[in-house]
Nanobody, 121 residues
Framework: QVQVVESGGGLVQPGGSLRLSCAAS????????MGWYRQAPGKQRELVAT???????NYAGSVKGRFTISRDSAKNTVYLQMNNLQPEDTADYYC???????????????WGQGTQVTVSS
């Protein structure tokens, strides 16, 4: 079982910055891809960014150049540095990770509870 705790959301003015953190804990063999998704009111959840355990990254076009995903594998933590935030970035942000409970088990995906980001003047 893996527990995922997100932090770092809040209210920020347009052009401002926030850094989200997501820490995983519990019993598992290894964490693989970690990522961030977001869901704005009335919209579907969408990919923001992902990072593999070899540090290969992928970004949504709308955040490329403004957001940076990184991870500290020793701490089982993934970060999302968000710069030049805009009102359209307002959403609940969810951490997502793939892990194996045992070396030969099927990979499992788990989600955090979400952290709210509001960009408004």
């Amino acid at each position: 079982q893996v527990q995922v705790v997100e932090s770092g959301g809040g209210l920020v003015q347009p052009g401002g910055s926030l850094r989200l953190s997501c820490a995983a804990s519990g019993n598992f063999f290894r964490i693989y891809t970690m990522g961030w998704y977001r869901q704005a009111p009335g919209k579907q959840r969408e990919l923001v960014a992902t990072i593999t355990n070899s540090d290969s990254t992928n970004y949504a076009g709308s955040v490329k150049g403004r957001f940076t995903i990184s991870r500290d594998s020793a701490k089982n933590t993934v970060y999302l540095q968000m710069n030049n935030l805009q009102p359209e970035d307002t959403a609940d942000y969810y951490c997502n990770l793939d892990y194996k409970r045992w070396p030969f088990s099927t990979p499992t995906t788990t989600w955090g509870q979400g952290t709210q980001v509001t960009v408004s003047s």
